[in-house]
């Protein structure tokens, strides 16, 4: 029986401590914590990036829409240094941060969502549909819930061709609501594929608070109705998310079947360019700020001696120089050429690789 | 040469690909031991093992989307649909996802998938499991829409489908299933583009695909010695064999298309704009189509707004009849006749 208490307020599986800002003790009991400072560099790459899309959209440079990820950088991180370079990922509309995270180049993903021609779609795609099959990356995606399936599809092949791969779903706490959530859990469970289905909660979907939009009290628990083990983390934590993502995709790998992780996070933007954020109040923007991910895994290197604080920013500038230096590589590149418009409508006669293995033909 | 039905020539072209190449899989419900609901796929399962011929929930959409990401990364899919108006469930995978991910991507993977689906009315199913539903697909580019008449062409057209690396949409009359005919030994090399003379004439260029050809190929055989009618069979709806039409009817001058979806907006609408553009006509062009009601239910309605040989016919002696000079300039479209009807009825 459904009871008031399982309706309001939409509550975490898991109690998890995530106020590390105030304490000073995060990650102190990790056991999968990084001994380097790798995951701060992607995480550090991903939110320049995305504020630099920003500045370029403020510049004009920029068509459409970009919708980015400042303040989620640890679950991408976290999740794809947990798998093989040959796994596949499928990302959402937010998909910049797995992109980079799955290992896409800057220059390739600034191009595709400037319109030139050495983006990745070679202007195409733009910011909502960028892929890249070698690196496995099946797809940022401008259709809610739409990667769920297609995710799925790939942990199909790659139990039958017996390729020993594990697919990544990413989706929003939105997509929750979607039927191909359903789906696709359902179908992962019941052929136990080697998948992992992560999802990048960040409390919102658009303007929509997930306390309001789903039905039972939390979406990790979903997974249960699917046969499915599930965790609910915080997303905040690179440390954590890396953990609980080595642990569900090794069991994955393992034949173990698949899984949900939700991760806890919060966009530190607006959705999309033209959000005035009415939804949010600025007081719970600020509680969120004091958990940025990049700013504790800057004092968990400093305090745990692997990384003083001056080097960390030392490296932030570095990297700063790099995504300025690919986003003007990128603004040189020409763009997309008219005679193009036609091609690839149809596959072409020449052979194509697909995720990395030439398609029989 | 052996004949074989339509149901089994369809069947032969699964077999003889999950035989030839490993990447190629079954999907769909049950599609197993049960033999999908038109037993097209009866015996695959005892022989391929439940492994390649993969049942699926009730789910279009995700299995739709899960054949897409299997065919991304080295599968071959070959997906059932129960009845063609269940692809309306799955359109967001197939339109948004299986007809753009080459395109939008750059041509970095293709999408090798084939939608298999009965379609069409004339059996009482009602108007959720009737419907021709072939210009939704059409109006998306990235898809092929194939739509076999014959036992040869179900198992030739389906073998080059299977083969090719984009995503095709390949529908079955439900009409044609116990249809007979010669299939040969080999499959041979049928390419996805190509309209076909069924019957060649000089009088009237008849346009039909599916079963609507036998109705073309008949109204042919009742106009013998009157009319002499040329039948196109266009197998592929997309793309549409433009050259193969515009020969055709720069002979006859005349064209009337028949076909089983509904009249407006319509393959006939496409068949007549690309011939409209081209050719220079001797009477303006007849669409013989589905009424632009849902199919219903009861015999007499759904006789009544499916297309016929006797409508088929009637067209005809019109464009035979009539030069521009001589048309009613009153003609007006079925959505238009039967919207009128409507609000006369509403009192309007
Ligand atoms: C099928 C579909 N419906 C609606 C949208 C418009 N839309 C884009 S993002 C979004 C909200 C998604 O929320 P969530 O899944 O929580 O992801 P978040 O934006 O919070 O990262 C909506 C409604 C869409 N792109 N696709
Ligand atoms: C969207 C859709 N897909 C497939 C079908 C075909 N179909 C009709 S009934 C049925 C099985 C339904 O099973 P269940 O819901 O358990 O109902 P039961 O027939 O057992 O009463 C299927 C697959 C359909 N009618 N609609
Ligand atoms: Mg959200
Ligand atoms: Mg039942």
Same mark, same amino acid.
């Given at each position: 029986?459904?009871?008031?208490?399982?309706?309001?307020?939409?509550?975490?599986?898991?109690?998890?401590?995530?106020?590390?800002?105030?304490?000073?003790?995060?990650?102190?009991?990790?056991?999968?914590? *990084?001994?380097?400072?790798?995951?701060?560099? /992607?995480?550090?790459?991903?939110?320049?990036?995305?504020?630099?899309?920003?500045?370029?959209?403020?510049?004009?440079?920029?068509?459409?829409?970009?919708?980015?990820?400042?303040?989620?950088?640890?679950?991408?991180?976290?999740?794809?240094?947990?798998?093989?370079?040959?796994?596949?990922?499928?990302?959402?509309?937010?998909?910049?941060?797995?992109?980079?995270?799955?290992?896409?180049?800057?220059?390739?993903?600034? *191009?595709?969502?400037?319109?030139?021609?050495?983006?990745?779609?070679?202007?195409?795609?733009?910011? @909502?549909?960028?892929?890249?099959?070698?690196?496995?990356?099946? =797809?940022?995606?401008?259709?809610?819930?739409? =990667?769920?399936?297609?995710?799925?599809?790939?942990?199909? *092949?790659?139990?039958?061709?017996?390729?020993?791969?594990?697919?990544?779903?990413?989706?929003?706490?939105?997509?929750?609501? @979607?039927?191909?959530?359903?789906?696709?859990?359902?179908?992962?469970?019941?052929?136990?594929?080697?998948?992992?289905?992560?999802?990048?909660?960040?409390?919102?979907?658009?303007?929509?608070?997930?306390?309001?939009?789903?039905?039972?009290?939390?979406?990790?628990?979903?997974?249960?109705?699917?046969?499915?083990?599930?965790?609910?983390?915080?997303?905040?934590?690179?440390? @954590?998310?890396?953990?609980?993502?080595?642990?569900?995709?090794?069991?994955?790998?393992?034949?173990?079947?698949?899984?949900?992780?939700?991760?806890?996070?919060?966009?530190?933007?607006?959705?999309?360019?033209?959000?005035?954020?009415?939804?949010?109040?600025?007081?719970?923007?600020?509680?969120?700020?004091?958990?940025?991910?990049?700013?504790?895994?800057?004092?968990?290197?400093? =305090?745990?001696?692997?990384?003083?604080?001056?080097?960390?920013?030392?490296?932030?500038?570095?990297?700063?120089?790099?995504?300025?230096?690919?986003?003007?590589?990128?603004?040189?590149? @020409?763009?997309?050429?008219?005679? /193009?418009?036609?091609?690839?409508?149809?596959?072409?006669?020449?052979?194509?690789?697909?995720?990395?293995?030439?398609?029989?033909? | 040469?052996?004949?074989?039905?339509?149901?089994?020539?369809?069947?032969?072209?699964? %077999?003889?690909?999950?035989?030839?190449?490993?990447?190629?899989?079954?999907?769909?419900?049950?599609?197993?031991?049960?033999?999908?609901?038109?037993?097209?796929?009866?015996?695959?399962?005892?022989?391929?093992?439940?492994?390649?011929?993969?049942?699926?929930?009730?789910?279009?959409?995700?299995?739709?989307?899960?054949?897409?990401?299997?065919?991304?990364?080295?599968?071959?899919?070959?997906?059932?649909?129960?009845?063609?108006?269940?692809?309306?469930?799955?359109?967001?995978?197939?339109?948004?996802?299986?007809?753009?991910?080459?395109?939008?991507?750059?041509?970095?993977?293709?999408?090798? #998938?084939?939608?298999?689906?009965?379609?069409?009315?004339?059996?009482?199913?009602?108007?959720?499991?009737?419907?021709?539903?072939?210009?939704?697909?059409?109006?998306?580019?990235?898809?092929?829409?194939?739509?076999?008449?014959?036992?040869?062409?179900?198992?030739?057209?389906?073998?080059?489908?299977?083969?090719? !690396?984009?995503?095709?949409?390949?529908?079955?009359?439900?009409?044609?299933?116990?249809?007979?005919?010669?299939?040969?030994?080999?499959?041979?090399?049928?390419?996805?583009?190509?309209?076909?003379?069924? $019957?060649?004439?000089? !009088?009237?260029?008849? #346009?039909?695909?599916?079963?609507?050809?036998?109705?073309?190929?008949?109204?042919?055989?009742?106009? %013998?010695?009157?009319?002499?009618?040329?039948?196109?069979?266009?197998?592929?709806?997309?793309?549409?064999?433009?050259?193969?039409?515009?020969?055709?009817? !720069?002979?006859?001058?005349?064209?009337?298309?028949?076909?089983?979806?509904?009249?407006?907006?319509?393959?006939?609408?496409?068949? %007549?704009?690309?011939?409209?553009?081209?050719?220079?006509?001797?009477?303006?062009?007849?669409?013989?189509?589905?009424?632009?009601?849902?199919?219903?239910?009861?015999?007499?309605?759904? $006789?009544?707004?499916?297309?016929? #040989?006797?409508?088929?016919?009637?067209?005809?002696? $019109?464009?035979?009849?009539?030069?521009?000079?001589?048309?009613?300039?009153?003609?007006?479209?079925?959505?238009?006749?039967?919207?009128?009807?409507? $609000?006369?009825?509403?009192?309007?």
């Amino acid at each position: 029986m459904t009871t008031m208490r399982d309706m309001t307020p939409y509550v975490v599986g898991r109690a998890v401590p995530i106020d590390p800002g105030a304490s000073g003790q995060d990650g102190s009991s990790r056991a999968g914590c *990084s001994v380097d400072s790798s995951w701060a560099v /992607t995480m550090l790459r991903i939110r320049h990036f995305e504020l630099k899309i920003n500045e370029l959209f403020a510049r004009g440079e920029v068509r459409g829409t970009a919708h980015l990820c400042v303040g989620q950088e640890a679950v991408p991180t976290g999740v794809c240094a947990a798998l093989r370079s040959d796994d596949y990922v499928s990302a959402t509309h937010r998909g910049h941060g797995a992109a980079i995270a799955k290992g896409l180049s800057l220059y390739g993903m600034f *191009s595709e969502i400037l319109g030139r021609r050495d983006g990745y779609g070679a202007g195409r795609g733009g910011s @909502q549909h960028i892929a890249c099959m070698e690196k496995g990356f099946l =797809g940022t995606n401008g259709i809610s819930g739409g =990667g769920l399936p297609v995710s799925v599809g790939a942990a199909l *092949s790659s139990k039958r061709l017996g390729l020993g791969r594990v697919a990544v779903a990413f989706f929003g706490d939105g997509v929750a609501n @979607q039927g191909a959530f359903h789906e696709a859990l359902n179908m992962a469970g019941i052929w136990r594929l080697p998948i992992v289905f992560v999802c990048e909660n960040n409390l919102y979907a658009m303007s929509a608070p997930v306390s309001s939009f789903v039905a039972g009290g939390s979406i990790a628990r979903r997974a249960e109705s699917y046969g499915m083990r599930h965790d609910s983390i915080d997303g905040n934590d690179v440390g @954590q998310v890396f953990e609980a993502s080595r642990r569900f995709v090794d069991l994955a790998r393992s034949g173990e079947g698949p899984g949900l992780l939700e991760c806890l996070t919060y966009r530190q933007l607006g959705h999309s360019k033209s959000d005035k954020r009415a939804y949010r109040t600025r007081e719970e923007e600020a509680a969120w700020l004091k958990r940025d991910p990049i700013a504790r895994e800057r004092r968990r290197l400093d =305090g745990a001696g692997i990384m003083p604080a001056a080097d960390f920013d030392a490296m932030e500038s570095r990297v700063v120089a790099e995504v300025a230096s690919e986003a003007e590589r990128a603004l040189a590149c @020409q763009a997309a050429d008219v005679s /193009t418009l036609y091609d690839h409508v149809v596959p072409e006669a020449a052979a194509k690789t697909c995720g990395g293995i030439t398609c029989p033909s | 040469m052996p004949k074989l039905s339509f149901r089994k020539s369809v069947r032969l072209a699964m %077999a003889e690909a999950l035989e030839r190449d490993p990447s190629v899989v079954l999907m769909g419900e049950d599609i197993g031991p049960y033999g999908g609901a038109f037993k097209v796929t009866e015996g695959l399962h005892e022989r391929f093992g439940a492994d390649r011929i993969i049942e699926t929930p009730i789910s279009e959409n995700g299995f739709a989307g899960v054949a897409i990401g299997a065919a991304m990364t080295g599968l071959r899919p070959v997906v059932e649909f129960m009845f063609m108006d269940f692809m309306a469930l799955a359109m967001d995978q197939i339109c948004n996802h299986a007809a753009k991910f080459s395109y939008m991507y750059a041509g970095q993977c293709c999408v090798p #998938v084939v939608f298999r689906a009965p379609f069409g009315g004339g059996f009482g199913y009602g108007a959720s499991h009737s419907q021709s539903l072939e210009a939704w697909f059409m109006h998306t580019p990235g898809l092929k829409v194939v739509v076999p008449s014959t036992p040869a062409s179900a198992r030739g057209l389906l073998d080059a489908a299977i083969r090719d !690396d984009g995503p095709v949409i390949f529908l079955e009359h439900k009409a044609l299933y116990n249809l007979e005919g010669e299939v040969s030994d080999v499959p041979g090399n049928w390419s996805l583009d190509q309209a076909q003379i069924v $019957r060649p004439g000089q !009088d009237v260029t008849v #346009v039909g695909y599916g079963r609507t050809v036998w109705l073309a190929v008949e109204t042919a055989k009742r106009l %013998a010695g009157r009319v002499d009618v040329e039948v196109i069979d266009l197998r592929s709806l997309a793309p549409l064999d433009v050259v193969a039409l515009v020969e055709s009817v !720069d002979k006859t001058r005349r064209m009337v298309v028949v076909e089983d979806d509904c009249l407006t907006g319509g393959v006939g609408a496409e068949v %007549a704009a690309v011939i409209a553009e081209r050719v220079r006509l001797d009477a303006p062009i007849a669409r013989v189509a589905c009424a632009d009601v849902p199919v219903p239910c009861c015999e007499s309605l759904e $006789r009544a707004a499916l297309p016929s #040989v006797e409508k088929a016919v009637a067209a005809v002696m $019109r464009q035979m009849e009539v030069g521009y000079e001589l048309v009613d300039r009153g003609t007006e479209s079925g959505c238009q006749r039967e919207s009128r009807k409507g $609000r006369q009825l509403a009192g309007a």
